[in-house]
């Protein structure tokens, strides 16, 4: 196994988590909470060590992923006021659970490496390209309503995500993990589509 550099990125998002635009308010100190909590339900997106199966580092990478908008979902849904967004966590919440699942016996049942699977630049272009859009994270200045820092916390979260099942989809022999990645993808273009235009009926 080989463990991929990325460190600039991964101290970045650890240690900066958003640009906070006041101080001292429940709320805001609600929002923050979500986003350092989220980041450290991550954290083994920084630490995994890529074997090179676009399949196996795939859900690897993807299972701390979803933990992490898992986290952020239930930290901030006790603040939530707006009906939409409050049915929008629950939902992340819901259909990302279901899915750790799912990923977590895919990956106890494959723990054997195939050399002829290995591709080891396709693994490392989808965890990088993953890291950036996902850095996206640490320009959100934080308001202080619960609904929108969610919002757009989340936005960033869901590309990342994206890019990551879009950037490995070429690569993936596993007919299984394939569908999976393409669901993700349609399922948070979705979400994304309607967090954007929620967002710009709040201005």
Known sequence: MKKVSLSLIAIALLSSTAVYAHDGHDNLTASKNMM???MAAMHGM???KLTGVPSYDFIAGMLPHHEGAIVMSEKILPSLTDPQIKQLAENIIKSQKEEVVFMKKWLASHKTINPKDVDMKASQEMMTKSMQVMHG?????????????????MIPH???????A?????YLKNEQIKTFATNIVKAQQH???????????QK
């Open 166 to 170: 879009e950037v490995v989809m070429p």
């Open 46 to 48: 920084h630490t995994l």
């Open 137 to 153: 994270m640490m320009t959100v200045k934080l308001t202080g309503n619960p609904n929108i820092d969610f919002v757009e916390g």
């Open 191 to 201: 979400e994304v589509a309607f967090m954007k235009s929620w967002l710009a009926e």
């Open 158 to 164: 869901h590309e990342a995500a994206i890019k990551m």
């Open 36 to 38: 350092n909590d989220s």
